[in-house]
């Protein structure tokens, strides 16, 4: 991540907490929110068609969708996939129930708590957690926010968490610049700059250590098998998280109907997110003037 972006995330993040309850501000983001429900749509659609490779995949990327919705937590789905797709790959003499049993095993219920205090050491911890685990798509990280930040603190709502996206697809840089803003508008300048760094150092770590090992790694039938199972669990949370804040976005007629442009347009014609999301903010000025 550049200097730059984060200092222009930090500047949009300044602005929404000043004039995000301003109508004007409301009526941009009602019309940004249902593309970016598109432009996710659009990369599970790109990402399924290489990493569904087999009906064990999609089966496994299935099976993460429907867990997730019944609560089971999010690491135990990732990794749970990646273990059950190298089980089932090489091991198939083993019994079923044994790699079947695996996951259930891993870990339990993701269920909602109170909302609990907010500290800013909390905040670090949790994104470097983040940051540490995260894998896939950065569409993948809405998934690990929502399921902190939204369910078990209670720190954001799904609304929050959309606004933040929305807004990190109007500025230069990745996904990942969303930690900034919402470290900014939960802590501050210093909440902003401690939960990017949470965000991003665990991956220069990684990269250094794992760049020369990858390539090895990978001409391994057991981790490859591995990677192809995390990349399908991925890919079910993409699609959980996309259901669940397409609720909070698509709300009414005009908003359908933005998100199926936005997606036919992207899909056809392959556009710019940026002229997507900009072409989506002036639909709801518009909507809001007439």
Do not use: C
């Not at 301003?22 to 429900?37: D, F, R, S, T």
């Not at 490779?53 to 749970?80: D, N, W, Y």
């Not at 269920?111 to 940051?131: D, E, H, N, V, Y």
């Not at 220069?204 to 995390?230: C, K, M, T």
């Amino acid at each position: 991540m550049s200097a730059p972006a984060m200092l222009i995330v930090l500047a949009m993040a300044w602005a929404y907490m000043r004039f995000g309850a301003a109508p004007q501000a409301e009526w941009l983001l009602y019309g940004i929110k249902p593309v970016v429900i598109a432009l996710i749509l659009q990369a599970l659609w790109s990402l399924g068609r290489t990493a569904l490779k087999g009906p064990l995949l999609a089966l496994v990327g299935a099976g993460v969708l429907a867990l997730s919705f019944m609560g089971v937590h999010e690491l135990v789905l990732l990794f749970g996939g990646g273990l059950l797709v190298m089980l089932l790959r090489n091991l198939r003499r083993m019994p079923a129930a044994l790699g079947l049993g695996l996951v259930p095993a891993l870990g339990g219920l993701a269920t909602p708590t109170a909302a609990a205090p907010f500290s800013l050491s909390s905040l670090f911890l949790i994104f470097l957690k983040i940051g540490s685990v995260l894998y896939g798509s950065g569409y993948v990280l809405l998934a690990f926010l929502r399921a902190d930040l939204v369910v078990r603190l209670g720190w954001l709502t799904d609304q929050q968490l959309l606004d933040a996206v929305a807004i990190g697809q109007v500025t230069p840089g990745p996904l990942f610049t969303t930690a900034t803003f919402i470290g900014y508008t939960l802590g501050g300048l210093p909440g902003g700059l401690l939960a990017t760094l949470g965000m991003f150092l665990p991956s220069f770590v990684f990269v250094a250590l794992s760049n020369p090992l990858i390539p090895r790694l990978r001409r391994s039938a057991w981790v490859g098998a591995l990677l192809d199972g995390v990349n399908a669990a991925a890919l079910g949370l993409m699609a959980a998280v996309t259901v669940q804040l397409g609720r909070a976005s698509l709300v009414d007629p005009l908003t359908l109907a933005i998100a199926a442009l936005a997606l036919g347009l992207s899909l056809r014609f392959k556009l710019n997110s940026t002229w997507l999301v900009m072409g989506g903010a002036l639909v709801g000025l518009l909507w809001a003037a007439f």
